[in-house]
């Protein structure tokens, strides 16, 4: 068997592009058969080992564990670092602490690769706990044999071995394996065992039913690489099935965000259906959507930056917003709009008002009815710039000019407000 990892190893060249790897070294069978396979063939690899190994305190054999694990270390002539894990444990605290250290310790000894024990029989303990679990498909492709960690790559040599084919090595045992409190052990020694007097195979077929998967979300990553699941014209073209895929390829970008079934659901549904919103989620993200794109972002603190009123007065150069006003000055530069007006008085620069209304074809309207008629995204509406002079609206740039702007156009221009864009 030991040849057989050598031979893989060389097959998928896994070390190719790697001198110095890392290898997380807790102790037991798995870790130790890495250990002993990878030292004896370190030189065919070209590789230089440095291990790694955290001391988690939850037994009264770790600090004994650790003592042999050093002298090992020694005996092999191999560098090895050790971190202690304190505080409260959790297998979700602790296995964060682990990544962290193997992270730090990569940069530190110059490591472009790290090697993990993970084995066949882990793969199909991890595809049938997510489909009891009720996973998406998408997250039943199980274990990668390599992915990026960090600055570099990690792999799992032994992706592709039974823990059966692993010799008799000396090794440290963890008796909490054998508790049945914690899912992965039910799965390994109540729930496969029975499978597997069904289907003797059943290992291999939960490993096969994986990288099938992963082979179907490749094959339809790459006949959707072309659509942009934000574009909602492009978007809502696409059958049912493709919408599903392409928004939860969008959400893979969110892993801090974790939808359930119903909640995606749901945010399916708003995609497709509403027209401009703004849709709070959960763990600080929202959804935006206007006519065009869509987008799931963090949500921001708006209070703050919210535009309050100003005062234009006349023969005065302002700026608000993305925009210059020029009142009874002439721009020595481009200008965007010009807004003649009646008279010469102060004229109010504010943020849009509830109930505001603009004179417009001999009909007072509705500035919000208006936005919508024009389908003007939610963003641009909440920065709007609503110019006002003795209590009548104006102009909204880029928007509208009101009527009692357009009438003048025909008669006696008393005075003019230029607007520039500027960039911001």
């Known amino acids: 068997m030991k040849e057989k990892f050598l031979q893989f190893c060389q097959k998928e060249g896994l070390f190719e592009s790697h001198q110095k790897v890392l290898l997380a070294l807790s102790g037991g069978v798995d870790s130790m058969t890495l250990l002993d396979w990878l030292y004896h063939y370190q030189h065919q690899l070209g590789i230089d080992l440095v291990l790694a190994h955290v001391n988690h305190h939850q037994r009264v054999e770790a600090d004994q564990e650790e003592r042999g694990i050093r002298e090992l270390a020694e005996a092999k002539h191999l560098p090895l670092k050790v971190a202690h894990f304190s505080g409260p444990f959790s297998e979700s605290r602790a296995r964060q602490f682990r990544y962290d250290f193997f992270e730090k310790v990569m940069k530190e000894e110059a490591c472009s690769a790290i090697v993990t024990a993970h084995h066949m029989d882990d793969q199909a303990e991890t595809i049938l706990m997510r489909v009891i679990r009720g996973s998406r498909p998408r997250h039943l492709k199980g274990i990668p044999l390599k992915q990026p960690f960090g600055q570099g790559m990690l792999i799992r040599p032994l992706l592709h071995f039974k823990k059966k084919d692993f010799p008799e090595i ?24 029975l499978l597997e007097e069904e289907n003797p195979q059943v290992i291999s077929a939960l490993v096969n039913l994986g990288e099938d998967l992963s082979h179907w979300h490749q094959a339809l990553k790459e006949l959707t ?13 696409q059958s049912p099935a493709v919408q599903i895929y392409l928004l939860e390829e969008y ?3 969110f892993p801090d965000l974790q939808l359930s079934r119903a909640q ?8 497709v ?5 703004q849709q709070v989620l959960k763990n600080g993200y929202e959804l935006y959507k206007d006519y065009h794109y869509f987008e799931i972002r963090k949500i921001s603190r708006r209070t703050d930056d919210r535009m309050s009123e100003d ?5 005065t150069i302002k700026t608000v917003g993305a925009y210059r006003f020029l009142f009874g000055v002439e721009p020595s530069d481009s200008y965007m709009e010009v807004i003649p007006l009646p008279n010469n008085h102060p004229v109010s620069i504010r943020p849009r008002k509830r109930g505001d209304r603009i004179l417009m074809n001999g009909h007072h309207r509705k500035i919000s009815r208006l936005l919508i008629n024009q389908k003007i995204p939610l963003d641009q509406r909440n920065n709007l710039v609503v110019l006002e002079q003795d209590k009548q609206i104006l102009a909204i740039p880029e928007i509208a000019i009101s009527d009692l702007s357009k009438e003048l156009k025909n008669g006696i221009m008393k005075d003019t407000i230029y607007i520039q864009k500027i960039d911001r």
């Open 311 to 315: 005062l234009l007065q006349f023969g």
């Open 251 to 253: 959400l893979a970008g």
């Open 170 to 193: 000396f090794h440290y045992e963890d008796k909490s394996n054998r508790s049945l409190d914690y899912f992965r052990n039910r799965i390994r020694h109540r729930y496969l065992p």
């Open 264 to 271: 995606f659901e749901q945010l399916h549904r708003i995609v």
């Open 225 to 237: 690489k072309d659509l942009n699941p934000q574009d909602v014209t492009q978007f809502q073209k």
């Open 273 to 277: 259906t509403k027209s401009n919103t």
